[in-house]
């Protein structure tokens, strides 16, 4: 069965709009972990941002910010005031412990471009 | 700036021949890393699991024999694709864990992409 469902392979947005990208997961671990990860063109894996599945508020790491939503097992990445560097691959992942050397998880990544 | 460094980048290798990519973490120590491949605009899957001073753990329909890890040191994994041929032309990429106030987190290398001709 799929973990991690991004449904969305490509979104377009313009400049300075906020833009959101879907995640879905599926666990029956009540304690696991949810990342988010930007990858531009050069490949590199960028960490954007964490939440935890006891965590209460919803995680936010300057632009971006993620809609845990734990009963629709839902975990969206928000980014606003979208640049243009934001174009690039987004894959969500989860862990399924929130602590612990465990392997993650990922989407099948969704594409955004930004623009002007 | 950088917490884990991949070497080399890109490496185009004939068919036959080894490969050694390596993987450190910067500033911190890794007991554990993760080798990841990942193919065109697909998902990153996970290959194996480096542990230090003792065997990695491989992914069910990986092929250890093929893929060598070795991790020997607290700050160095590499991954050696032995005898390539052109189905092991991929991106391949490392991860390593960094203990934060909330969670583990996973920061990877910057990826090396593979092209066996």
């Known amino acids: 069965a799929q973990k991690i469902t991004q449904t969305q392979p490509g979104m377009f947005v313009q400049e300075k709009e906020a833009v959101t990208l879907d995640c879905t997961y599926d666990?029956?671990?009540?304690?696991?972990?949810l990342f988010w990860y930007k990858q531009p063109s050069s490949g590199e894996m960028i960490f954007l941002i964490y939440?935890?599945?006891?965590?209460?508020q919803n995680a936010t790491e300057g632009r971006y910010s993620l809609n845990f939503q734990k009963a629709r097992k839902s975990a969206n990445l928000v980014i606003s005031a979208s640049q243009l560097g934001d174009s690039a691959m987004y894959f969500c992942?989860?862990?399924?412990?929130?602590?612990?050397?465990?392997?993650?998880?990922f989407g099948t990544g969704t594409r955004l471009l930004v623009s002007p | 700036g950088a917490v884990v460094s991949q070497h080399p980048s890109r490496v185009i290798c004939k068919s036959g021949t080894s490969v050694k990519i390596e993987c450190r973490s910067l500033?911190?120590?890794?007991?554990?890393m993760f080798w990841y491949r990942q193919f065109p605009k697909k998902s990153l899957m996970l290959m194996a699991t480096?542990?230090?001073?003792?065997?990695?753990?491989?992914e069910q329909g990986v092929e250890k024999d093929k893929f060598l890890i070795n991790h020997a040191s607290l700050t160095l994994s590499t991954l050696t694709v032995t005898s390539a041929h052109p189905e092991d032309s991929s991106f391949y990429i490392c991860?390593?864990?960094?203990?934060?106030?909330?969670?583990?987190?996973?920061?990877f290398g910057s990826g090396t992409q593979l092209s066996v001709l």
């Open positions: 991860s390593a864990p960094i203990p934060d106030r909330e969670a583990e987190k996973l920061f």
């Open positions: 666990t029956s671990d009540p304690s696991y972990g």
């Open positions: 939440q935890g599945s006891y965590d209460q």
């Open positions: 992942a989860m862990r399924e412990r929130p602590t612990g050397f465990q392997k993650l998880v």
């Open positions: 500033d911190f120590q890794a007991t554990t």
């Open positions: 480096s542990n230090e001073g003792s065997k990695a753990t491989y």
